[in-house]
């Protein structure tokens, strides 16, 4: 089992819906979760953070983070063009703290 | 410096030639962080310095590759007889980490990455 898996995608929707981008991870006793966009060719870029269960909103952005299912999400609401990337999901593994990536989802938002 | 600093942007290279990468953390990050990211794929942890702690080299692919952090800041990822498979984009990130404040203390930043190809 990968210590962080998602889906690859493409995952398409249509500008102005919800894109619901989702992520499990292996190690029970991690604490940190974050949610990191990158552009064809760019280096990754820091959305959200959250270490706690339940939601956490930032504008548009909003991660959810239930730990009794190892699961974390971030949902884009009313999408844009612009947020057409690969979203990575991160993991702090407790032991070393060595942050781990996902394989990324292509999110592609069609106007 | 303001952001995570990396050399060369670009680096071409003939294949059996050593390079070497070059990453200048944010001034006073404690953790610093090398990935690899090849063509269209995810991003792979290769090695993790904290501090004055042995670094965590778990995920270095080989022993062709090596990295040293002198001084607890700017570390230097070299490749020795490079093969073409090593063709991908490097990436460097810190992060500002203490003992005891494991969350806030995690968000990591990334490098602009030294894009590395082996021809």
């Known amino acids: 089992q990968k210590e962080v898996e998602q889906n690859s995608g493409p995952l398409s929707v249509p500008e102005g819906a919800i894109a619901s981008l989702n992520c499990t991870y292996s190690?029970?006793?991690?604490?940190?979760f974050f949610w990191y966009r990158q552009y064809s060719g760019k280096s990754p870029e820091l959305i959200m953070s959250?270490?706690?269960?339940g939601d956490k909103e930032d504008g548009r952005f909003t991660a959810q983070l239930n730990k009794a299912s190892q699961y974390v999400s971030l949902l884009i609401r009313d999408s844009q063009p612009s947020d057409s990337a690969t979203y990575l999901c991160?993991?702090?593994?407790?032991?070393?703290?060595?942050?781990?990536f996902g394989a990324g989802t292509i999110l592609r938002v069609k106007s | 410096g303001a952001g995570v600093s990396q050399s060369p942007s670009n680096k071409v290279t003939e294949k059996g030639k050593d390079v070497e990468l070059r990453c200048d953390p944010i001034?006073?990050?404690?953790?610093l962080y090398w990935y690899r990211q090849s063509l269209g794929q995810g991003l792979e942890f290769l090695i993790y310095?904290?501090?004055?702690?042995?670094?965590?080299k778990s995920g270095l692919p080989s022993d062709r590759f090596s990295a040293e952090r002198t001084g607890g800041s700017v570390s230097t990822l070299t490749i020795q007889r490079t093969q073409q498979e090593d063709s991908a984009v490097y990436l460097c990130?810190?992060?500002?980490?203490?003992?005891?404040?494991?969350?806030?203390?995690?968000?990591?930043?990334f490098g602009e990455g030294s894009w590395l190809t082996v021809v």
């Open positions: 310095f904290q501090g004055n702690s042995a670094p965590d």
């Open positions: 959250i270490y706690s269960n």
């Open positions: 190690d029970r006793g991690s604490q940190s």
């Open positions: 990130a810190s992060s500002f980490f203490r003992m005891g404040f494991s969350r806030s203390g995690n968000t990591i930043y």
């Open positions: 001034s006073g990050h404690t953790a």
């Open positions: 991160a993991v702090n593994m407790p032991r070393g703290n060595k942050l781990v």
